[in-house]
């Protein structure tokens, strides 16, 4: 008999769990999967469905009434734009800070620091377009606080999301400052501290505050509430470190 109540309960837990609609900034693909798996420890009748895209293209369909609960954005601007125009239940939060690091297809000799870009040998660099990219302003601070924009300026190939900034890292230009979080790729795998990369000061720059925000259709799904909660809590945050992102 106790089984059998055991099982009941259990069925109508899977029956009453709602879906939770999550929309997330592309930079978190390779996070998500594992918050959602310790998410599910603690709710596992709770069914969450992804969404990847750009933080600007996800903003507009969210304005256009697309079914979201949560939204992960690259940066504060959208949530934050979302909050002002009455689309939220919360104001925005940060939950985590997205750091940079600079990356070489090749192995190379890092022991100089960021003055390899110096190098006669490094001809181009890839860098986000700091007009378009949150990672491209970071970008572009570090350079401005470490004076050497004017000495690598000529070498700059600007991709205009950090998405592009690393496809051209890893095909069209010798080093690129890119996101730290896409070394967790598993195409980026193979790539290792010290001999492919070497993460920036973080005080040279302003870390990229990605913000997150409980949208209004989520006013009733309960779900999607604790889901928002689990994001900002410790145990997250220790995912999103292990990802290669900072979080206070």
Do not use: C
């Amino acid at each position: 008999m106790k089984r059998i109540i055991f099982s009941l309960f259990l069925l109508h837990s899977f029956v009453f769990a709602e879906m939770v609609n999550v929309a997330v900034a592309a930079n978190v693909s390779y996070a998500i999967d594992t918050l959602i798996k310790q998410f599910h420890q603690e709710h596992p009748g709770t069914k969450v469905q992804v969404t990847l895209g750009s933080s600007g293209k996800l903003t507009a369909q969210i304005k256009n009434h697309a079914p979201y609960d949560v939204f992960m954005s690259a940066n504060m601007n959208y949530p934050e734009a979302l909050y002002e125009e009455g689309l939220t239940l919360s104001k925005p939060h940060i939950y985590a800070q997205g750091s940079l690091v600079l990356f070489s297809v090749k192995k190379r000799d890092f022991s100089q620091g960021v003055a390899i870009v110096h190098s006669k040998a490094i001809r181009r660099i890839a860098m986000a377009n700091p007009k378009t990219a949150p990672y491209g302003k970071a970008t572009q601070e570090f350079l401005d606080n470490t004076k050497l924009y004017d000495a690598i300026k000529s070498k700059l190939i600007f991709g205009e999301s950090i998405g592009q900034t690393i496809s051209y890292s890893v095909s069209a230009t010798d080093m690129g400052f890119i996101a730290a979080s896409a070394l967790h790729s598993p195409k980026m795998a193979q790539f290792h501290k010290g001999e492919n990369y070497i993460e920036l000061d973080t005080t040279l720059y302003t870390p990229i505050s990605q913000g997150i925000v409980l949208l209004k259709n989520a006013t009733k799904n309960k779900d999607a509430q604790l889901f928002y909660k689990f994001i900002l809590s410790a145990q997250a945050k220790e995912i999103f470190r292990h990802y290669g992102y900072s979080v206070q």
